[in-house]
Nanobody
Framework: VQLQASGGGLVQAGGSLRLSCAAS????????MGWFRQAPGKDREFVAT????????YYADSVKGRFTISRDNAKNTVYLQMNALKPEDTAVYYC??????????????????WGQGTQVTVSS
């Protein structure tokens, strides 16, 4: 099982990026998916999660209204559209697949598979 996160980069404050998370060895349509991030010197934190159907979505308060999580089960891929980026969004972003419950969760403990992370840097 492999989750490949991509789409990170350097962007100015106010800009946008779209992260992708493609899976191999795993059919994501059975899994809830999440995005988490870890800034230097800080703990990894929840960003967004989406149920297996895509009907239930939760966001961290810090990204609500700016970030959008979505999924394309036919492409076995999950996305994180990030708009109005701020310097405090700078972090390594990780995608994760849950243990097959299909239910979205903000807790890292309920995610079984993790991607390698993609760096997002927002300059002021």
């Amino acid at each position: 099982v492999q989750l490949q996160a991509s789409g990170g980069g350097l962007v100015q404050a106010g800009g946008s990026l779209r992260l992708s998370c493609a899976a191999s060895g795993l059919t994501l349509s059975s899994n809830a998916m999440g995005w988490f991030r870890q800034a230097p010197g800080k703990d990894r934190e929840f960003v967004a999660t989406i149920s297996r159907s895509g009907n239930t979505i939760y966001y961290a308060d810090s990204v609500k209204g700016r970030f959008t999580i979505s999924r394309d089960n036919a492409k076995n891929t999950v996305y994180l559209q990030m708009n109005a980026l701020k310097p405090e969004d700078t972090a390594v972003y990780y995608c994760a697949a849950d243990w097959n419950s299909g239910l979205p969760s903000t807790s890292m403990r309920l995610y079984e598979h993790w991607g390698q992370g993609t760096q997002v840097t927002v300059s002021s």
